[in-house]
């Protein structure tokens, strides 16, 4: 398949790629932040926090790259077996495979004749790029690709682990738990908003949303933690 060069596709591409990366990031500051809540409520130390949230980092990140590449891995061989089956019907039943192309132009609102030669043209031009766009639904934008979702995944998650990680190495140790709490909601706050945008919906819902789930979460570690409270150092 080649690949397309119209501007107006280039902003699609970008939404759906950045909107992921709100959503992965989104995941990392809630986790690590929810982590880290809990690991204070027990009364760790500030080095034992630094630690467990570099550990939520990495282990978060290979598990949301993993987990990302799977699925999208399994998307691109049920493509790839489609294209595999299109591609020997179109070495079979040429024939056939024009009808059927011209069929689906005809539902798509062209007159007979028009359809037959828009088919013709195209299936001279490129048939299986034809058939996959206009008869199973792959293009250029929907390709799965298993590599790129995983690590953008991965990377996204991490940018978010780096909020946490940051309010511990810079706030005083006193004030450390307030400031990784409030820098979490923050953050959180921000990136719903973003996220709705991206999506088209309510900034106000979407950040309220997502900063009340986060609440929750790292509220309920914080709970957890503090039923192991040891006598901090
Ligand atoms: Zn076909």
């Known amino acids: 398949m080649s690949h397309s060069h119209h501007p107006e596709q280039h902003f699609i591409q970008r939404t759906g790629w950045l909107r992921a990366a709100v959503l992965g990031a989104n995941d990392g500051i809630i986790s690590v932040t929810s982590l880290v809540m809990g690991m204070a409520a027990s009364g760790a130390s500030s080095h034992t926090l630094l630690i467990t949230c570099i550990a939520g980092l990495i282990s978060g990140a290979t598990s949301m790259a993993a987990g990302e590449y799977i699925s999208v891995k399994s998307q691109s061989d049920i493509e790839e077996a489609d294209l595999k089956v299109e591609a020997r019907e179109l070495e079979k039943n040429p024939h056939l495979e024009l009808k059927e192309l011209t069929h689906i132009y005809i539902q798509r609102g062209l007159d007979p004749e028009l359809a037959h030669q828009v088919a013709i043209q195209l299936t001279e031009k490129d048939a299986l790029e034809a058939h996959a766009r206009d008869e199973i639904g792959i293009n250029d934008i929907t390709a799965a690709k298993p590599i790129q979702a995983a690590g953008s995944s991965a990377l996204s998650f991490s940018i978010g682990a780096l909020f946490p990680t940051l309010s511990i190495l ?7 738990e307030k400031v990784v709490l409030v820098v979490g909601i923050l953050s959180l706050v921000i990136l719903g908003a973003l996220s709705s945008y991206f999506a088209g919906t309510s900034m106000l819902k979407g950040s309220l949303r997502v900063a009340i789930w986060g609440i929750i979460a790292m ?7 503090s039923l192991f409270h040891v006598t901090p150092i």
Do not use: H, N
């Not at 509220?219 to 933690?225: E, L, Q, R």
């Open 170 to 176: 810079f706030s005083p140790e006193i004030y450390l």
């Open 219 to 225: 509220a309920f570690s914080s709970w957890i933690g």
